[in-house]
Structure formats: structure tokens, C-alpha cells
């Protein structure tokens, strides 16, 4: 199987070379791992660093925000025949080491979507980080049915068949959440799998808070209304 | 009501000036340089001479209706405008994030 690991960066020439290096080069069940970096649009060395680290970089002409910088990776992922697709952040709050167990249900068959969950032991989680992500996956439930423990995860794992499904027309931090409420939509079978976070003060300072999860809502719901 | 004139002059030649230098510089129409001027010509005339505005607006809506109506008007009229640019700012929004995607991912198999 193919695996592609997409990881949107924006302004991370800090951090990007080492978030590379720390995934594994095999993995069990993956014939050929491909580290794919979606530049977004950065006005510093990320898209140099993570090249020289060894991932293919394609570079955004402008800044287009982390959801149309998914939306390429999963592109890209469809365009280069990917059986499996892991999104992570680049701010290197997500364990590689988990990789195994995140891509262990899409290679079963047993999902469609792995999406990593951090809140199953939220552990140094920055309480207002903790308190925002409550209160979007409470609105997801209310408005959309959907039920999660962390909506807000960019840590997940698709199947080739899952991306043929997702539409996603989310710029923002709201993508994640998008793709909870599309997976629904398109009866995609969506296991949760609780993932390790690493905070460090550089990660801590990149996350989302009630504020955002406020934001995601009243965007998600702006989706709805502007077609 | 000295205060109300004054921020309507202040907004009309603001707003005039802005869409003259829009013009003069081919990011607007003629057209739309020539609306939005008349528009705020028609605020700060109601601003300036409320009374003959008034005269005005009887004589359209009939005596019953007054500024009341004339407010009403414009208050649906601005905010069906806003709710028009809204939209149209998000779909162009979602225009160029299509583009951005696709001018990325161009030629990808050969980039690998």
C-alpha cells in the first residue's frame, strides 16, 4: 500500500525540518511512504527546509489557509494513487509514533476515516484549548448529529475511497470539523483512535481555543446559509 | 442634528473621494462611480435639507408616509446590498481557493 503523510505548513521553517525527520521510513502493511509538505503560501524557509528533509513541497502561489491546504494534499493524494492519506500538523504536536495504530482500521477495512483523538487522554492540554474543543464537539452533536470526542483533530488517517467522497470548501481551522460533518453526510465509517500530543511551548502557541471553536461554528454555519 | 449633518457631509465626500481615486485609477467602473456618488449625494442632500426631503417623500409615498418609510426603505435596500456583496465575496473566495489548488497540483506527477 501507498502511503501519503500530508502536512499543511505555514511560516514553520522552525520546526518542519524536524516533524519530517521524525516519521518513520516503514511502516507495517506500506510498501512506499511519500512525506508530502503543502506549503501555504509561506514567507520564510519552510517550503527549502522540508524539501531538504526529504518531502515533496508544492507551494501555494498565497496564503490560502490550513483548509484549502488540506484540500491539495487530499488533491495530490488522489492525483499520486494514495491507498492511504494521514494529515498532521506542522507545528510537531502530532507523535509519528502513533502513525501504526492510525492507519491500522483503514488498512483492515474497518474504516473509512482514523481520525486521532487526543482527547480521550487530554493530559497537558492547555485548559482553554480543552474547553474550546468541548464546546465545538457539543455544537457538532446539537446541529449535526455528529458524535466525537475531538472535532478538531488534524491528525487523521483516509482511505483512497473516503477522499472520492469529501467535498470540503473550508479555508480555515473549520476543516477538520467540515470533514466530521461530510463523513456523516456520506455514510463513511469514522473509528476514533486516542492519539498522543506532544506540548511544547512552540505547539501551544499555534492551537485553537474557545474562540476558534466559536469561529468554526459561525463559519460552518455561514457555509450552510452562502450554498 | 448639527451632528448627524456633519457625519453624513463627512462620510459623503469621504466615500466620494475614495470612489473617485477607484475610478481614476480603472479598479471601478464608470458606472458604479456615478451610483455611489449619486447615493451619497441623496444621504447628505436628505442630511443637509430635511425639510424638502420631507416635502419630497409626501409627495411620493403620500401623507401618511414620511422619513419613516423613506428609512425603512433604505435600511431593507442597504442591508440587501450588504447581504449581496457578502455573498458574492464568498464565492469569490471559494473561486480562488479552487484555483489555488489547481494551479498547485498542476503537472504533480512530474514534480515527485
Known sequence: MKLIVAIPAYNEASIIGSVIERIPSTLPGIREILMLVIDDGSTDATAQIAEAAGALVLSHP???GVGVAK??????ARQLNAD????MDADGQHDPANLTTLIAPIISGEADIAAGTRLKDPTGMPTIRLLGNRTMNALLRIV????TTDSQSGYRAYSRESLEHLEIEASGFEVDTEILIAARRNNLAVVEIPVRTIYTNYSKTKGQSVSTALMTFFRLIKQVITG | MFIAQAIAVFFGVLVTIKSYDEFRHRR?????FLFWTGLWIGVVFIALFPHIALKLS??????????GTLFGIVTVFGLFLAY???IKAERAERRINKLLTL???????NKQ
Open chain 1, 71 to 76: 484540500v491539495t494534499g487530499f488533491t495530490v
Open chain 2, 103 to 109: 494551479v498547485t497540483t498542476k503537472d504533480v506527477q
Open chain 1, 144 to 147: 449535526w448529529g455528529v458524535k
Open chain 2, 28 to 32: 471601478e467602473p464608470l458606472i458604479m
Open chain 1, 84 to 87: 492511504i492519506t494521514v494529515t
Open chain 2, 58 to 67: 409626501t409627495k411620493i409615498f403620500g401623507a401618511d408616509a414620511g422619513f
Open chain 2, 84 to 86: 449581496r456583496l457578502y
Open chain 1, 62 to 64: 498565497l496564503n490560502g
